[in-house]
């Protein structure tokens, strides 16, 4: 039986597709320099010193292509469950988990202090359902894009979503079912850092234009930036000069070297 666990990392690679219309499984893969995009994730959480543990939940179908992978004393749970709840459940039920971390599977840059910042917020306040940030100048601002941020539900929000009836062809994420019920759910807000509180900030790969802009900030940085020296690299950049990339566009492999590798720890 495993070990009690208190806050545990979900990267869930069944939850999202990209803009292009690609399965999010297919993204994870890609090898970016010399690592796919899923071990970076992984690295990058397992710098966060409160999260307990993390699991990559999945298809089964998977479990070959997940393996090959170096998943950094992560633990990979194959589930062909279509719904994000019982997906969910099944990590919680693992680690006998009280908190679920979800960060996105499409940034390689998660950010190890606000993780920690959110999860002690929530040790804070056992009572709340849900943690995670706000913008608090641009409301419209898409955290998903961002892709830095975190959000935690507590084990008792899922219990709560299990019990509710919803559509065969609601596919939206746990926590995003947790923020559309705030009659029900007690949801508690932290402000974003200022330097990241600018909507043309995005560390998330939607696009072929993103995969080049990750590419050039993990040149003029590397895997240790913290959010303060992405967020000022981001902009020296000039990104936010640059016009839009098509969100149909394909997500073709990003053209640095290959010499690009995740440190050893």
């Known amino acids: 039986m495993s070990a009690p666990r208190s806050a545990v990392a979900v990267l869930d690679l069944a939850s999202i597709s990209v803009a292009s219309g690609e399965p999010m499984s297919a993204l994870c893969f890609r090898r970016f320099g010399r690592h796919a995009l899923l071990e970076w994730s992984l690295r990058r959480l397992s710098e966060a010193a409160l999260l307990d543990h993390v699991a990559i939940v999945g298809p089964k179908e998977l479990e070959s292509e997940v393996l090959r992978c170096s998943l950094q004393g992560a633990m990979w749970l194959g589930c062909d469950s279509a719904c994000a709840v ?115 900030l995005r560390f998330s790969l939607e696009s072929a234009a993103d995969w080049e802009h990750v590419d050039a ?22 990104r936010i000069d640059r016009p839009k990339a098509d969100a149909n566009s394909n997500l073709a492999n990003p053209h640095w070297g290959t010499k690009a590798s995740i440190k050893a720890r």
């Open 86 to 200: 019982e997906r969910s459940m099944l990590v919680a039920e693992k680690f006998v988990a009280k908190w679920l971390i979800y960060t996105s599977p499409k940034c390689p840059f998660v950010d190890e202090i606000l993780l920690d910042r959110m999860i002690g917020t929530g040790w804070k306040h056992p009572d709340a359902d849900y943690v995670g940030y706000f913008s608090p100048t641009n409301p419209e601002f898409s955290l998903t894009s961002l892709g830095l941020v975190g959000e935690m539900c507590h084990r008792r929000a899922l219990e709560k979503l299990a019990t509710q009836s919803t559509e065969p062809k609601d596919r939206r994420t746990v926590p995003a079912r947790v923020r559309g019920g705030a009659d029900i759910f007690n949801c508690r807000l932290l402000p974003l850092p200022t330097a990241l509180d600018n909507k043309e």
């Open 217 to 238: 900030l993990l040149e003029l940085s590397d895997d240790d930036a913290d959010y303060r020296r992405l967020a000022e690299y981001s902009l020296e950049m000039g």
